[in-house]
Every structure is written in C-alpha cells, then in structure tokens.
C-alpha cells in the first residue's frame, strides 16, 4: 500500500510539473516578437473554393473526392484526357498506338530532358497512379520504359499515330514478334520529332 501511495504521487507530481512547463512556454511565445510578427507554422492555400463532388452522388466518398483533387492538381497540361476510358478511341491513348514521351531528368534543371518513343503495350488505370509501357527496339534489342501518367517528371505525352487494328488490351505478344510491330510511317514521325527537339535543345 505504501509503495503504491508512494508512486501515485510521484506520478501526480510529474503531471503538474509537465502542465507548469507548457504554460510558461505558451506565455513565454505569446510574448515573443516571433507569434506576433510572423506565424509559427505554415497554412497552405484553398486551391478548391468547393470538394469536387459529383452532382449524382447523395454521399460522396472522401477517398473519391480526395483522388479527383489530386487529379485536377496533376493534369497541368489536359493529359487526362488522354487516360478516359470512356472516351472515342480518336481522343484517348489506346493500345498500339506509337507514343512520343518527354522527360525531366531532374528537378534542378528542367531544361535537362530524354525521350523516348515507341508501340504502347499496355495501359494501367489507377486513377492518380495511372501508368503506360511503351516498347522499341534500340540496337536490335527490345526496350521497355514504364511511364507514370501524372509525373511532375514527364514534361510531354505525344501520340505520334493511331492504330485501328488492334483488338487488344495487352498487347504483349508484340514481344516474340518485334516486326510486326513498327510501320514506316510512325518511323518517319519519330524520326523527326526526335530531331526537332535536338535542334531546340
């Protein structure tokens, strides 16, 4: 009993003195030149006046708004467009269309930049983390480059042609029949966009 009347007032103790220490620090940064001049902490600003909320929806699921939001802030260019699935197939990136993509090399300097084009293989559609495979073939050996959708490091999405032959969602047999995938004319349009960009830079 005694040890226990021993420990319940040491931890009594121990509270009233941590209440005392973080009242005279609150007085003492009330006090401050610093909580008068500037804040002590930063308050980002309403990018949305309202949630981006459906008009069909009765109740909206925070998680679906919270990803529409991060949506609207990720689509500086109109690239979503291009990931609808419900879209005409003339507006939106399909499978087996020749893609032309540029990328930021690093944050520091974006003049810095690498493309890379090729065949779309396939199309992941997860909303914020959507992403595409593009394959080619460099020095008679077939290249694959992952792309995410919505990267602040991809500077440029660019469909170079439209293909209306394919069936397809997956188009991984492409990679045990590298000729059947290329035609002469996105060859051209590669060839010269691939240019123009060397000439800017």
Sequence with gaps: MLRSGILSQRITGICTALKQHNMLAARSFSHSAL???SQPFIVPKMQFEKPLVKPEEKRPNVMK???REALARADVDGRAKLFIRRAPPKERLCAGDVVFVETINSTSDPSATTTFSGVCIAIYRRGIDTSFILRNIVNKVGVEMRFMAYSPLVKRIEIMQKTTRVRRAKLFYLREN????????ALKKMSKSASSTAKSN
């Excluded at 590298?178 to 004319?185: D, E, I, N, S, V």
Aim: proline fraction near 7%; charged fraction near 35%; glycine fraction near 8%.
């Design 65 to 67: 708004v919270i990803e």
């Design 35 to 37: 909580a008068k001049d």
């Design 178 to 185: 590298p000729g059947r995938t290329f035609q002469l004319k």
